[in-house]
């Protein structure tokens, strides 16, 4: 049993940088599809960035725009999500997740088993 653990939230002024970890509390990310979606409130959650942990693959959601970088950490088994040029609109909670889920739904937030508690990011001036 695997538990997602988000960390690095926090303020954040527009066009700057944050880097958030998703740790996999007592268990591993082996054999799984490690994500990153996000809820801002009054809207939909969407999805952001996911890896799989076993050989890298990765997927970019149409919001990111070439500004985030998702990247395993198997020493520290740990995924991070290295965001660049925020904006306004990055405002959201963000949410860690993860399971065994197949290619064809890494966009589909149903398909995770395990989430995380999600950790705020606010751009603000």
């Known amino acids: 049993q695997v538990q997602p653990v988000e960390s690095g939230g926090g303020w954040v002024e527009p066009g700057g940088s944050r880097r958030l970890g998703c740790a996999a509390s007592?268990?591993?990310?082996?054999?799984?599809?490690v994500a990153w979606f996000r809820q801002a409130p009054g809207k939909a959650r969407e999805f952001v960035a996911a890896i799989n942990w076993d050989d890298g693959t990765v997927l970019y959601g149409d919001i990111v725009r070439n500004r985030f970088t998702i990247r395993r950490d198997k020493p520290k088994n740990t995924v991070w999500l290295q965001m660049i040029g925020l904006e306004y609109e990055d405002t959201a909670v963000y949410y860690c997740?993860?399971?065994?889920?197949?290619?064809?739904?890494?966009?589909?937030?149903?398909?995770?088993?395990?989430w995380g508690q999600g950790t705020q990011v606010t751009v603000s001036s």
């Open positions: 007592g268990g591993t990310f082996k054999y799984s599809t």
């Open positions: 997740a993860s399971g065994s889920v197949r290619s064809d739904y890494w966009r589909d937030d149903v398909r995770y088993d395990y």
